[in-house]
């Protein structure tokens, strides 16, 4: 069996405790791998002054996977002003490494709202608003101009779309629906649509249906399991996981994996909360969208046999526990045992 190089970042606030079990669960899968952690975030920043130098970015282009914890200051830090780490630290590893998916699944559980049905949103992950277009102009004065565009390359939209159809048509409903604001971001809107269109000719066997954005946040509420696979553009799909995972058990569990899916770099995976300085050092923070992360990273390894393993002890432990009264290590070392 392969020796994984994994690169840790465990980060800011609760990032290196739920990384600790999520690594936990690994060894307990079987799975041999060496770790080694990079000092990056919030903290690394203010002391060093790094967010994330040329010199970091290569060396971690070498390993087979980066398992990361949570990056961020403390809510309302004067020291680390919004975005400085956002765009330095994780969307430029979205960005260099090529990490063109963000997916997310999502699969009801006991204390959810949904009914026990599984939902999987595609979110592209190197385009739309966040790809930095725009800029300020007379900034501080009443005469200030801001603009902040998205950008939609056919390329990035078409590989996009179809790794969802090639998910979906993996999935028990083969469902796929493209959410989208097509009535008013016309331009974009157009372009989503019409390669959906196209490629949809080629995966006859998915079923396809269209949503606009604010339709779908009242469908997940009230009906997710209409839902099957979701794909949808970067800022959508920021917003929706953060609901869906609302929905599904608590954001706690919600987990994702940064992809590049053709595999010219090592891929990112992370649970979907943030570092909860608030939590922080208390062994209160759930860490089981962190364990499920790593299942992802295990599949995309091609360990899908372990991978499945840590998935079910993760959903198995999220139906038997009350997150509030288990303790961080009492959740990673129930797992580890079903693993
Ligand atoms: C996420 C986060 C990030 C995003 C932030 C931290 C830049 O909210 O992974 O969902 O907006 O993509
Ligand atoms: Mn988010």
Known sequence: MSNYKIAVIGGDGIGPEVT??????????????EATDFELGAKHYVTTGEVLSDETLESLKKFDAILLGAIGPAIGSKEVPPGILERGLLLKLRFALDLYINLRPFSGTKSSLSNGN??????????????????????GTPFEVATQGSVNTYHGVARCIRFAFELARDTERKHLTLVHKTNVL??????????????SKEFTDVETSYSHVDAATIYLVNDPSRFDVIVTDNLFGDI????????YGGIGLAASANLNPVKTGPSLFEPVHGAAHDIAGQKKANPL??????????????????AKRVEEAVLSVSDQIDSRAWS??????AVAERV
Request: hydrophobic share 40%; proline share 2%; net charge negative.
């Open 328 to 333: 961080t290590t009492e959740i990673g070392d």
């Open 118 to 139: 599984q939902l999987y949103v595609v979110r592209e992950n190197t385009e739309g608003p966040y790809a930095g277009e725009g800029g300020q102009l007379r900034p």
């Open 20 to 33: 600790n079990e999520a690594l936990k669960a690994v060894r307990a899968a079987g799975v041999s791998f």
């Open 289 to 306: 969208g962190a364990i499920r992360s790593a299942a992802m990273m295990l599949k995309h390894l091609g360990e899908s046999e372990a």
């Open 186 to 199: 016309v331009y974009a809107g157009s372009l989503w649509e019409r390669i959906f269109e196209e490629t």
């Open 240 to 247: 929706l996981t953060d609901l869906a995972g609302a929905v």
